[in-house]
């Protein structure tokens, strides 16, 4: 028979254990809420810092602006202005860009939605755009899940705006679809356009990671927002192309 002390060590042993986790379970939400904050306060520097420097670029694109008028009849004054004008706009375009992408994906608000008709609206915003490069999109079926709406929409916006900006000489065929995975929505965004070699299809999803010159416009921020905004609803995008033949952007919606 064991004796009383030995029956009482696997209690103190037990208790031991119990508490050890304690401190453990404490000691990754106490990290958790530092990693929390310390993400907030970035992102309020951000915030901070693209909004205030916003306002001297607008002075200095603006006063640019005057000189040009006045110096109307000098071409080379004029030029020397323009590439000012330029880069001021550049510049306000990457800061708001770092703002969106600081911002995006953070608390989502799901609700129910149509993804189809989420769609539609990002794209009555692109609709000069659609027209303009004479680009033909056709949706399958979208289901109805739980998504923000605003930061999805996001998402097929800036599909669908790489898909017309990297089209190959034909007009460019979207087209938007899903399938019923096993635990999530499958959205695929195909197009016919110029495609993306394998050993860019991690890069294209990284901040500021262009395969292009400056003779496409953009920041090099759009897929990382998208890839940001899916991550904060439990999914994951990707892309499959052959390099060739178009390009397909799939991402996943879980129920």
Partial sequence: MPTEAELADPFRENERLKRAL????????????EAERAVKELQDFVYAASH???????????????LQRKHAEDAETNEFIGFVIRGAQQATSLLQALLAYSRSGSSPHRRMANLGAIAQSALFKLN??????????????LPDAPVDQTQIAQVFEQLVTNAIAYRSEEAPVIEIS????????VVSVSDNGKGIEAR??????LPFKRLHGKEVAGTGLGLAVCRKIIAA???????????????TFKFTLPY
């Fill in 22 to 33: 304690e401190e453990c379970s404490a000691a990754q939400q106490a990290a958790q809420a």
């Fill in 52 to 66: 205030d420097l916003q306002e001297p670029l607008r002075a200095v694109s603006a006063y640019a602006q005057l």
């Fill in 128 to 141: 000069a755009r659609v027209r303009e490069s004479e680009a033909r999109i056709s949706f399958g079926e």
């Fill in 178 to 185: 899903a399938q019923e995975g096993a635990d999530a929505f």
């Fill in 200 to 205: 860019f299809h991690e890069q294209v999803f």
């Fill in 233 to 247: 609803h439990g999914g994951r995008i990707w892309v499959e192309s052959d390099g060739e033949h178009g390009s």
